[in-house]
């Protein structure tokens, strides 16, 4: 009777517990191949590091229905990981920053969840800041009180006559890049870091009674003029210009 009541007890304090995976998660940076068996954590987030890696599941003989692997891919050099079966089939490729659900039905393994589902994309209707007043920051930009607050890019000395000998603005850092030393005659270039569709950029004139001139990057176009021609500011002005397309050598529109 006492084991009953031992057994009970437990059994009791097991329903009360919160739901737990299996192995825990496991992160790794994987330098080689890796194969998955019944002991690994049911969560894997691994980083390819240097190449693709496959990434084998058990064989299903003997496996539970049901049994799931989530198997993300938290890598940053565009490497894969490449799931496969034990014989060995390709289950899936679960690309940088995406991942994978797959489980087993005891004949093989499915895809339940598809890894162009990437863990980076979150639809939301409302983010709250943790602090008061301190405002959310997404990829740089600050959202703060109805109001964005974006850090500007390193300063850049207009010069030269041509695209050829034009300043170079920094390697796609900000959306806002002040300027210096416009003449009605100096320049700079967007870099080709820029040269991205739908991408808007703010070029301050820090000459109050001076044209600045701004080339495309190279090859491409401003308003449909000839390809590295500049588009001229109004004096003192600054420069808004929005990449109408990154094809070839990139169109831009300029305000």
Not at 39 to 53: D, E, V
Not at 163 to 186: F, Q
């Amino acid at each position: 009777m006492a084991d009953l009541r031992t057994f009970l007890v437990e059994a009791s304090k097991a329903l009360t517990y919160p739901l737990r995976i299996v192995g825990g998660i496991n992160v790794e940076t994987v330098t080689a191949n890796k194969t998955l068996t019944l002991k690994s954590s049911h969560i894997q987030i691994l980083n390819p590091s240097t190449g693709s890696r496959d990434v084998s599941l058990p064989a299903v003989t003997g496996l539970t229905d049901g049994l799931p692997y989530v198997i993300r891919n938290s890598g940053t050099g565009g490497y894969n990981l490449v799931v496969k079966d034990a014989t060995p089939a390709t289950i899936c490729t679960v690309g940088q920053g995406q991942f994978a659900i797959v489980m087993c039905d005891l004949v093989g393994w499915r895809v339940v969840v598809a890894p162009g589902v990437s863990l980076l994309s979150l639809a939301v209707d409302t983010i709250t800041e943790s602090t008061s007043a301190a405002g959310v920051t997404i990829d740089g930009v600050m959202l703060k009180d109805g109001g964005l607050t974006v850090a500007a890019g390193a300063s850049t000395a207009a010069a030269g006559t041509t695209t050829a000998d034009a300043g170079v603005l920094p390697a796609g850092t900000s959306s806002v890049y002040p300027t210096t030393a416009a003449d009605d005659t100096k320049g700079v270039r967007i870099h080709a870091t820029d040269k991205v569709a739908g991408r808007m950029l703010f070029i301050g004139n820090g000459v109050s009674n001076k044209i600045l001139k701004v080339y495309p990057a190279t090859g491409g176009t401003i308003n449909g003029a000839a390809a590295d021609a500049a588009f001229s500011s109004a004096s003192g002005g600054g420069v808004i210009v929005v990449c109408l397309s990154a094809a070839g050598a990139g169109s831009w529109l300029a305000w």
